[in-house]
């Protein structure tokens, strides 16, 4: 029976990591088991996938030990062997790509076996890694915080005059840390509060807000940003907006990726709330975006994930930024997992661009299983045979569409946005090329309603009789 946890972990390894692994395993000082690897060798040609007929428990025994391979549960044994070496191995690569808490694990031993004269040269090298950090986050701190407490107990084991100095700056290195966590927790909580409607407590966060405004964390950066960001969250207004931003703009250098990612999304959601106009809201989410493809900031893992594609092109193609779109989605090509996402931003950008023609290729020849794309696909086609005047494949798709939307269990706000569409759209098909007073009335009815999918297509085709 194969161990699906191993090869759920392998699968997540990369290729430069697979070869790490198989020294690390053909280490005696890492492995002791003879046969792992051999085991490992073996099921290694199977990668990236391990779903190889190969891989088949029978199959492997014969392979790795020939018939008479004895007792049958020595593959169970070694996937659970394997297993956990590769759990060792993760420790150690983490070590070995985090300097820092490599330096402290090495200072700490240093300390224990009173090798003072070791530590206080590694403690040099230490502080001056730290000083050179890409980042100041609060990862960035917590390890500062590490060498404080280190040097702290060197100094209180060495019966040091220092000890109270060195006390001193352990405690606030810690209380710069602990601000760090609690303004972000605070942001964290209070975005997930905004996007959900859930009533979060945290009034015992507040004092974080207060606590971080104060004149003592003036050169953190990451205090900073977040207690901007923080205000923003509490207040939306086009100053918090603009003080953020600026401020966020001038310390970026500081934050990783994925910080930097979080605080650009507090900025696009309410940048969603706070622009007077559409327009002006597009125009802004657009910058921000592009500052995004540019830093590399929208990737996962390596991933471009299917709602950050669909925002991105769908604000490009509003602002009638067709060229850009398109380089945008070809750039990303290899990010993108999902090839049914790739095809419907694709045929996006192609009916944008009015090629109709080509919208249709795409589209007619798709194969799309998720729901929200099938939505999404089968309304493009449908306006897509409208433009290209095929009216007699538009209603015949129309009423297919109403029987797909009747019979398949949506949410059922999906489902009566997708409703109103259809309802609308045939009567604007339907309408006669002279009826302006029903055309005036069908935009009267469109325009009243708060959620309809495509509202604005509908509106501009009643707009251009």
């Keep these: 029976m194969r161990d699906k946890k191993l090869y759920k972990l392998l699968r997540k390894l990369t290729q430069t990591e697979l070869k790490s692994l198989r020294l690390f395993i053909n280490s005696p000082y890492h492995n002791s088991n003879k046969n792992l690897p051999r085991f490992y060798a073996h099921i290694i040609k199977y990668a990236p996938e391990f779903n190889h007929t190969g891989l088949a428990e029978e199959k492997m025994l014969k392979a790795l030990f020939g018939e008479n391979y004895g007792d049958p549960k020595i593959i169970s044994r070694l996937q659970s062997d394997l297993f956990k070496r590769i759990e060792e191995f993760i420790v ?8 820092i808490n490599a330096q402290l694990l090495v200072l700490e031993f240093y300390r224990e076996r009173r090798l003072n004269k070791l530590f206080e ?27 404080e407490s280190e040097i702290h107990r060197y100094a209180s084991m060495n019966d040091n005059r220092e000890t109270e100095i060195n006390l001193k700056n352990e405690v606030k290195t810690f209380q ?35 606590r971080s405004g104060s004149s003592e964390f003036s050169n953190v950066p990451f205090v900073l940003c977040y207690n901007a960001a923080a205000h923003l969250l509490r207040e939306k207004t086009i100053n918090n907006y603009n003080s953020f931003k600026e401020l966020l703009w001038q310390h970026k250098q500081y934050f990783p990726s994925l910080n930097l990612r979080n605080l650009i999304t507090i900025l696009e959601n309410s940048a969603i709330e706070i622009f007077p106009t559409r327009e002006k809201m597009y125009v802004e989410l657009f910058s921000l975006y592009q500052l995004q493809a540019r830093l590399g900031l929208f990737l996962v893992d390596d991933v471009l994930l299917p709602q950050i594609v669909k925002n991105v092109i769908t604000v490009a193609l509003r602002l009638g930024k067709i060229s850009w779109a398109k380089e945008f989605l070809i750039n990303h090509k290899q990010n993108i997992e999902s090839f049914e996402v790739y095809q419907w931003n694709e045929a996006r ?3 944008a661009n009015r090629d109709f023609p080509q919208t249709l290729n795409l589209l007619e020849g798709a194969k799309i299983e998720d729901t929200f794309y099938v939505l999404e696909s089968r309304r493009l086609l449908l ?5 290209l005047g095929y009216f007699d494949l538009f209603f015949s798709y129309l009423n297919a569409f109403r029987v797909f939307l009747s019979r398949k269990k ?4 999906w489902k009566q946005m997708n409703l109103d569409f259809l309802k609308f759209a045939f009567h604007i098909a339907s309408l006669a090329k002279y009826d302006s007073d029903k055309a005036e009335k069908l935009t009267h009815q469109i325009s009243s309603k708060l959620h309809i999918s495509d509202k604005e297509w509908l509106l501009e085709k009643l707009g251009n009789r």
């Design 383 to 387: 306006k897509t045979y409208y433009e």
């Design 349 to 351: 950008i192609f009916f």
């Design 410 to 413: 949506l949410k059922p706000e």
């Design 176 to 210: 710069v840390y602990a601000v760090c966590k609690q303004i972000q927790h605070y942001c964290q909580l209070k975005t997930r509060q905004q996007l959900t409607d859930v009533d979060f407590n945290i009034d015992q966060l507040n004092y974080a807000l207060e």
């Design 121 to 147: 040269q590694k403690l040099k090298k230490t502080q001056h890694t730290q000083l050179n950090a890409s980042y100041k986050n609060d990862e960035y701190y917590a390890q500062q915080f590490l060498i």
């Design 92 to 99: 150690t690569e983490k070590i070995h790509n985090q300097k």
